[in-house]
T-cell receptor
Framework: GAVVSQHPSRVICKSGTSVKIECRSLDFQATTMFWYRQFPKKSLMLMATSNEGSKATYEQGVEKDKFLINHASLTLSTLTVTSAHPEDSSFYICSGTKPGAQETQYFGPGTRLLVL | GNSVTQMEGPVTLSEEAFLTINCTYTATGYPSLFWYVQYPGEGLQLLLK?????DKGSNKGFEATYRKETTSFHLEKGSVQVSDSAVYFCALSANDMRFGAGTRLTVKP
């Protein structure tokens, strides 16, 4: 199997606060994890790629100081949205790849963030 | 750069109808190709994949064939069910993963 979980599934926060989203690979070691953002009725936009133990690589236009990514272990990556604003409201999805099979990504169920 | 183009939706079909969702790609080299499905409020689930030319991926009655000559990976199902209603994403993986815009399928009883 290849199961990825995310926590929380849904979060509402006040503007200016920080929110942490966890992404865990439950039955495999994810050497690489990805974070995506999905706007309503749109495709996925890659935000960053993270490898265990090293700094994340951010896509152009994504603020690394705003979207902090930590990939502390082979089964856990976290995305922290710092000083969240209403425009950060979105559906955030993570994925992981297995060692030696980097072409296939296994996705988490997503986290819906609403910033008031 | 690499890219994926899939037919725009939404697509509405009656139960037991035949489904085709077109997908074409542009890539250098030999990418792997995927179809992912997203049910309402959920993340993406891998539906099927093909890693080389002429491979056919299949799962849950869906199938798609990797056609290098036409750079296509069209998704087909012979008889759709209401439970197939979802958004379908075509994707390719080369140096990174590229997704199509998604096609929303609604199947009516």
């Amino acid at each position: 199997g290849a199961v990825v979980s995310q926590h929380p599934s849904r979060v509402i926060c006040k503007s200016g606060t920080s929110v942490k989203i966890e992404c865990r690979s439950l039955d495999f070691q994810a050497t690489t994890m990805f974070w995506y953002r999905q706007f309503p009725k749109k495709s996925l936009m890659l935000m960053a790629t993270s490898n265990e133990g090293s700094k994340a690589t951010y896509e152009q236009g994504v603020e690394k100081d705003k979207f902090l990514i930590n990939h502390a272990s082979l089964t856990l990556s976290t995305l922290t949205v710092t000083s969240a604003h209403p425009e950060d409201s979105s559906f955030y999805i993570c994925s992981g790849t297995k060692p030696g099979a980097q072409e296939t990504q296994y996705f988490g169920p997503g986290t819906r963030l609403l910033v008031l | 750069g690499n890219s994926v183009t899939q037919m725009e939706g939404p697509v509405t079909l009656s139960e037991e109808a035949f489904l085709t969702i077109n997908c074409t790609y542009t890539a250098t080299g030999y990418p792997s190709l995927f179809w992912y499905v997203q049910y309402p409020g959920e993340g993406l689930q891998l539906l099927l994949k093909a890693t080389k030319a002429d491979d056919k991926g299949s799962n849950k009655g869906f199938e798609a064939t990797y056609r290098k000559e036409t750079t296509s990976f069209h998704l087909e199902k012979g008889s759709v069910q209401v439970s197939d209603s979802a958004v379908y994403f075509c994707a390719l993986s080369a140096n990174d993963m590229r997704f199509g815009a998604g096609t929303r399928l609604t199947v009516k009883p």
